[in-house]
């Protein structure tokens, strides 16, 4: 049979309501992730998710089956983007993980990562409300956790290979430690809702950080912001 070809006009609508689409879409993980990370995933209203994105529920339904995938969707979708962001991309091209590490620290300290102590880590706060229960949160939550526990170790071996880092660190210890340390802090300064609350942590942090390094290493991390 000869192929069809679609009237350009058609073709034009097509791409047209794709892109409507993938725009309503997009503003429905966006404004779900707000939600979730304001009030939870439990307690996530879908007539305020609507609202914040100027949506239907027709809409809503033709994206996603039902509030747990809308949920998923947006918290898979939020939180890869943010990781990736701020700590796998950097660490996957370092050749100095320390000092990597210790910038990251920084934007923390200086305000630039979750500005609303109210709020905390969206990634620590469901893992401490889902994970309990609901398999598919604690499977994606775990595998994020695993996944940046690996970047951080990774980056870590490549420190040693390039000198940056002691030989005699484990790489998987310390980076479990990295991890356990910057959340329990970002915990305490959501609970105190004070960022000051952190600055002694995030002094004693930056000077383990710093011990990783070999005795003769002459990079070494700064304190500066660390009371912002």
Not at 166 to 181: E, G, K, Q
Request: aromatic share 6%; net charge negative; charged share 20%.
């Amino acid at each position: 049979m000869p192929e069809v070809v679609k009237p350009a006009h058609a073709e034009k609508n097509e791409d047209a309501r794709q892109i409507r689409g993938e725009r309503t879409r997009q503003a429905l993980l966006e404004a779900a992730f707000d939600e979730i990370h304001q009030h939870g995933y439990r307690s996530a209203s879908l007539n305020d998710i609507l609202k914040a994105a100027g949506c239907t529920k027709g809409s809503l339904y033709h994206h996603f089956p039902d509030k747990h995938a809308l949920g998923l969707a947006a918290v898979v979708d939020n939180v890869d983007r943010f990781m990736t962001n701020t700590w796998l991309a950097p660490l996957a091209e370092t050749a100095d993980p320390i000092t990597t590490i210790l910038q990251i620290l920084q934007r923390h300290v200086d305000g630039e990562i979750f500005t609303d102590v109210r709020l905390g880590c969206p990634l620590q706060n469901l893992s401490q409300e889902m994970s309990g229960l609901d398999e598919d949160f604690r499977a994606y939550l775990n595998g994020i956790n695993n996944a940046w526990r690996e970047a951080i170790a990774d980056a870590l071996l490549h420190g040693q290979e390039t000198g940056m880092v002691r030989t005699d660190v484990s790489a998987d210890a310390a980076a479990t430690m990295i991890i356990a340390t910057h959340q329990g802090t970002v915990g305490l300064i959501k609970t105190a809702q004070d960022t000051a609350v952190g600055a002694s942590s995030f002094e004693a942090f930056y000077q383990y950080l710093n011990s990783l390094r070999p005795a003769d290493s002459n990079a070494r991390g700064h304190n500066e912001g660390l009371s912002s």
